[in-house]
Every structure is written in structure tokens, then in C-alpha cells.
């Protein structure tokens, strides 16, 4: 089967709290993508970043950070001092490489609510 | 480049009647993709297409039909609308064969049946 699982469905902080959205994903396939994607209030899908399975090194852009861990099967995303305009739904997703397309499996999403 | 786009943004449709959502890219890709986002449940593949003149169906493909007459175009229609089908449509598009498997979306379709 392959699946992914964001167990949160909601979380509210407030700013200046860092905060971390859970991803955990299931598949067989040898080779796959990660992928977050960011869905601010106006409806877009921002893509945020994408990680091949063989690369395990965590990855920080500015207050953004991502840890992908194999032996656990997850593709965790860390905000550092959050701001308002974090609120927003954050969806995961797998890609994996059988099936003869690029398939894009999302998770349900969190729904992530950052208040002043 | 404009990227993917789509028409409408919003739609109100009453029950029963058919309607075509507009989907068009200009960045060459090969395969393009539907999906509709619900509530708490992510986006659901609805149909795709690997190459011009083929599609496939997705996750969930009841009520719908598309076609791919051209690299550029994806439109997806709807046979009778029905309430269950009062959704977020996102068109997405992709290169096949690239290193990376990243999908390139649109700014999606409000559509409310009633």
C-alpha cells in the first residue's frame, strides 16, 4: 500500500513558537519524493520542497526545516519562530516511481493556526 | 510562461447540468493531472494523462470524463452534476522522465452544485 499520514489535523500556536507538522508515509518502492506543499488562506498550492529518497540530509531554509528519516518512514517540517503568515493547511506527499507516471499521493493535510 | 492555468475560479452549477473546467499549460510538460480537494481528505486524482491522446483514471473518476487532444490542454467535464461533486479542482502538470516528480499546479476551480 502506499500512504501517507499527516496525524495532525490541527495546531494553533502562537508566533514566535516553533512548531513541527508530522509526516509519515508508506511504500515499497525503492525510489520516491517527498514533497510539502503549503495552502495559505487564498487557495493556492505553493510548493515548498522535494526530497529523493536517497538523500537523508536535513534541510533548513531560512526558518523552515525539514528531517527525513528512512527507518521511520517519516518527512517531518519544523517552522522556527512562527509568524501569522504560516497559517495556512500544509500538505505531504509521496511520489513513487512505479506505476509508469509521476503519482502524487497527499496526505490529508494540518491545518496550522499561528496567532499574535 | 503562465505556468498552468484554469477557468473558472468559481462555478455555481444547479444539479444535473454539465459543465467543462478549462485546463492549459505552456511549459511542454507530457502528463497532466485532476484532482479535487475536500475537506480533511488531501486531493484525490480524479483522471491523468501521460502523453497527448491518452488518459487513464484515477482515485476517484465517477462523474467525470476528459480528454487530450493537445499537449497544451486538459479540460475536465462533468456528465450531470451532482452535490457530491461541490469541490476545489486542482489541474496540475508534470514532466514524466525528469529527475524529480514534481507536479506543477494551477490556482484551482471553486465549484458549488446545488
Known amino acids: 500500500a502506499q500512504k501517507v499520514t499527516q496525524a495532525q489535523t490541527e495546531i494553533s500556536v502562537v508566533e514566535k513558537e516553533d512548531v513541527t507538522l508530522d509526516c509519515v508515509y508508506e511504500?515499497?518502492?525503492?525510489?520516491?519524493?517527498l514533497f510539502w506543499y503549503k495552502q495559505p488562506p487564498s487557495g493556492e498550492l505553493v510548493f515548498l520542497i522535494r526530497r529523493n529518497s536517497f538523500d537523508e540530509q536535513n534541510e533548513i531554509s531560512g526558518r523552515y526545516s525539514w528531517n527525513f528519516q528512512k527507518s521511520t518512514s517519516s518527512f517531518n517540517f519544523t517552522i522556527t519562530a512562527s509568524q501569522v503568515v504560516d497559517s495556512a493547511v500544509y500538505f505531504c506527499?509521496?511520489?513513487?516511481?512505479?506505476?509508469?507516471?509521476?503519482?502524487?499521493?497527499f496526505g490529508a493535510g494540518t491545518r496550522l493556526a499561528v496567532h499574535p | 510562461n503562465a505556468g498552468v492555468t484554469q477557468t473558472p475560479k468559481f462555478q455555481v452549477l444547479k444539479t444535473g447540468q454539465s459543465m467543462t473546467l478549462q485546463c492549459a499549460q505552456d511549459m511542454n510538460h507530457n502528463s497532466m493531472y485532476w484532482y479535487r480537494q475536500d475537506p480533511g481528505m488531501g486531493l484525490r486524482l480524479i483522471y491523468y494523462s501521460a502523453s497527448e491522446g491518452t488518459t487513464d483514471k484515477g482515485e476517484v473518476p465517477n462523474g467525470y470524463n476528459v480528454s487530450r487532444s493537445t499537449t497544451e490542454d486538459f479540460p475536465l467535464r462533468l456528465l450531470s452534476a451532482a452535490p457530491s461533486q461541490t469541490s476545489v479542482y486542482f489541474c496540475?502538470?508534470?514532466?514524466?522522465?525528469?529527475?524529480?516528480?514534481?507536479?506543477?499546479f494551477g490556482p484551482g476551480t471553486r465549484l458549488t452544485v446545488l
Open positions: 496540475a502538470s508534470s514532466y514524466s522522465g525528469g529527475l524529480s516528480n514534481e507536479q506543477f
Open positions: 506527499a509521496l511520489s513513487p516511481t512505479s506505476g509508469g507516471y509521476n503519482k502524487l499521493i
Open positions: 511504500t515499497r518502492d525503492t525510489t520516491y519524493y
